[in-house]
Nanobody
Framework: QAQLAESGGGPVQAGGSLRLVCAAS????????VSWFRQAPGQVREFVAT????????NYADSARGRFTVSRDNAKNTVYLQMNNLKPEDTAVYYC?????????????????WGQGTQVTVNS
């Protein structure tokens, strides 16, 4: 199966931007629905954004829509999360998740592959 690794997190001032990267290896990544989740201290892991395996359709959490953009480059086995206009409430560990031919895109239980997470800290 594919393995996932996130990168691109770090500290940023409110209003700034980051681009997170999810790099996959070990399988044909184009067959996988890939999503971003985040988890803040004391909180459950919540859905952020997804991009589907078949038609590259995207969906976003209300908190992300209009500020975040998820995209993929299957030739590079890579999924991106461009985050603009970051807010302190975006502070969390961000995880890349994937499932081959996945269709349950907005729940953590819909995924069986996870990266290790990358920390995003938004300072006010």
């Amino acid at each position: 199966q594919a393995q996932l690794a996130e990168s691109g997190g770090g500290p940023v001032q409110a209003g700034g931007s980051l681009r997170l990267v999810c790099a996959a290896s070990g399988d044909t990544f184009s067959d996988y629905t890939v999503s971003w989740f985040r988890q803040a201290p004391g909180q459950v892991r919540e859905f952020v954004a997804t991009i589907s395996w078949g038609d590259d359709s995207t969906n976003y959490a209300d908190s992300a829509r209009g500020r975040f953009t998820v995209s993929r480059d299957n030739a590079k086995n890579t999924v991106y999360l461009q985050m603009n206009n970051l807010k302190p409430e975006d502070t969390a560990v961000y995880y890349c998740a994937a499932r081959r031919y996945g269709s349950i895109w907005n729940r953590a239980s819909g995924y069986d592959l996870w990266g290790q997470g990358t920390q995003v800290t938004v300072n006010s």
